[in-house]
């Protein structure tokens, strides 16, 4: 079994900055792509970011400049930096990743519980 834990949310002013944090763990042989959707109230969820097992990255036109998605794959863990935050990011963010388990010989893919994410004007 695979789990990805993010942790990292909260309540933050506008202007603001917040980390966000997830880790897998589980019987993991490997991980491929990693990323960070999010989910406002009444929305679709929409990617954020993506970063590949060799750090080639992506991001969505709104948060290009102000958010930095990094991963350290001793650790399993991808995180995304949040900076200059405005009320539009307030949404549940959900980690993502494409893992491949010790018994498995294809990538599944994964998802977080998601954190809740809520910027204050």
């Known amino acids: 079994q695979v789990q990805l834990v993010e942790s990292g949310g909260g309540l933050v002013q506008a202007g603001g900055s917040l980390r966000l944090s997830c880790a897998a763990s589980?019987?993991?042989?490997?991980?491929?792509?990693m990323g960070w959707y999010r989910q406002a109230p009444g929305k679709q969820r929409d990617l954020v970011a993506a970063?590949?097992?060799?750090?080639?990255?992506n991001y969505a036109d709104s948060v290009k400049g102000r958010f930095t998605i990094a991963r350290d794959n001793a650790k399993n863990t991808v995180y995304l930096q949040m900076n200059s935050l405005k009320p539009e990011d307030t949404a549940v963010y959900y980690c993502?990743?494409?893992?491949?388990?010790?018994?498995?010989?294809?990538?599944?893919?994964?998802w977080g519980q998601g954190t809740q994410v809520t910027v204050s004007s």
């Open positions: 993502n990743a494409d893992i491949v388990t010790t018994t498995m010989s294809t990538f599944f893919n994964y």
């Open positions: 589980g019987s993991i042989f490997r991980i491929n792509a």
């Open positions: 970063i590949t097992k060799g750090s080639n990255t």
